[in-house]
């Protein structure tokens, strides 16, 4: 499911604020305000039935219902809020609990024993998921960084309704992909890797011999380049003796021709590897090189006699 917004940053510590993934809000009676501890915990729950989102934030209004979420997620992948962050929503039958919890319940697509979710759903618990973790800073991983723990006990960060009551809430179907919860929240909570870039410069000796080929005009253009792996060999492999011909011309106008008489040039023996370069984009004018050089190929005796024939439609 695609987010509705951008996720907000980790907000300071004491600040609560509450998730822009909501679509839609409809304020339940049933809650404390405000809550007498730090969020701390996230506590997926299962509605026990496929309910709408409208119908879910109808019925927690009601006076006689007594229970409430902080969010609900319908089968479609909705979220609603139901009870501000800031305060205590009544959930999991544990005040310990839901003064320290964000609490989610999600509607099921089936009923018991699994209780199954909907994708939509799911991918909208992760979401949530995430976007409660960056905003609330007291929810950590086992190591104190920021994410979900969960280790079947009350000890984590991810709890369940199970651990405070005689209920199978979240349903078989949610507990079993809790540690994967886990997992897809953290990995997005996670800093991205620096992947420092590689660097694959031409040599000036390649492009010189390019430039009395006539297979390149703006060697100062070239000079820069350093962002594609084997250009300098395909270079060098195109300035060999014998290869190209500033005296010829193929009258070659498209990349696929130019790879297949380059292939049969010797000049290139992967094809597709200079072909999904080019489609990359990352490297202007790289497609009109590749031709360059095909029309200063030098073509072999067999290729010309294969050529003409296929020309003529030849079945040989």
Known sequence: MMKQKELPTVTKAGKSTNSPLATQRRLSPHHNAPRNQPITKFTPHHTAGDITLTALMDW???????????????SRGEIGMIVEEQNRSWATSSAWN????????????????????SDAAWESLVDIGEDVCRR???????????????????????????MFANTNCPGSYLESRLPELCRRVNQRLSPPETVLPQSFPISPENIQRMVDMGVINSPGF???????????????????????????????SDLETALTVLQNAGVVSTPGYWRSQVQSGN????????????????????????????????NY
């Open 283 to 314: 490297l202007r004018f790289l497609d009109q090189l590749i031709i360059n050089m095909a029309n200063r190929a030098v073509l072999r005796c067999a290729f010309i006699m294969f050529s003409a024939k296929r020309d003529r439609g030849s």
């Open 222 to 252: 070239w000079k820069g380049v350093d962002c594609v792996q084997w250009l300098n060999e395909l270079l060098f492999n195109a300035g060999q003796n014998g290869r190209l011909d500033r005296n010829i011309d193929n009258g070659i």
């Open 98 to 117: 839901d003064h320290r919890a964000i609490t989610v319940g999600v509607a099921n697509n089936s009923g018991t024993p699994e209780w199954t979710v």
């Open 136 to 162: 609330n800073p007291g929810i950590t991983q086992q190591d104190g960084s920021p994410g979900l723990w969960y280790d079947g006990t009350q000890s984590g960060s991810l709890t369940t309704h199970g």
């Open 60 to 74: 927690l209004s009601r006076s006689t219902t007594r229970a409430s979420y902080n969010y609900g997620i319908s």
